[in-house]
């Protein structure tokens, strides 16, 4: 199993930029394709960004492309996503997740971190 632990959130104006980090527990971080997905309110949760065991596959949204970065550091067993050019949409809980199919399910998610993005 791992545990997941994400911070970062917070208030920014639109056009700004947040980065959230995403720390998991354990020692088969190398395992897991991670991932982050985001739910706004009175929406479904939806899928923004996956990163694949490698580091060197990724597959973003199509609403985040070119905006959002996302990075693993296996060393500190964190994944970290950049977020540029932040825009009021943006504003959700940004959630991390972790599996260790390519393409199964999402088997594990942390609690969750606000990000808000005022106009």
């Known amino acids: 199993q791992v545990q997941l632990v994400e911070s970062g959130g917070g208030l920014v104006q639109a ?5 959230l980090s995403c720390a998991a527990s354990g020692r088969t971080f190398s395992r897991y394709n991670m991932g982050w997905f985001r739910q706004a309110p009175g929406k479904e949760r939806e899928f923004v960004v996956g990163i694949y065991r490698s580091g060197d596959s990724t597959h973003y ?17 964190t994944v970290y996503l950049q977020m540029n050019s932040l825009k009021p949409d943006d504003t959700a809980v940004y959630y991390c997740t972790a599996k260790t199919s390519t393409f199964g399910t999402w088997d594990y998610w942390g609690q969750g971190t606000q990000v808000t993005v005022s106009s």
């Open 15 to 19: 056009g700004g930029s947040l980065r």
């Open 61 to 77: 949204a199509d609403t985040v492309k070119g905006r959002f970065t996302v990075s693993r550091d296996s060393a500190k067993n």
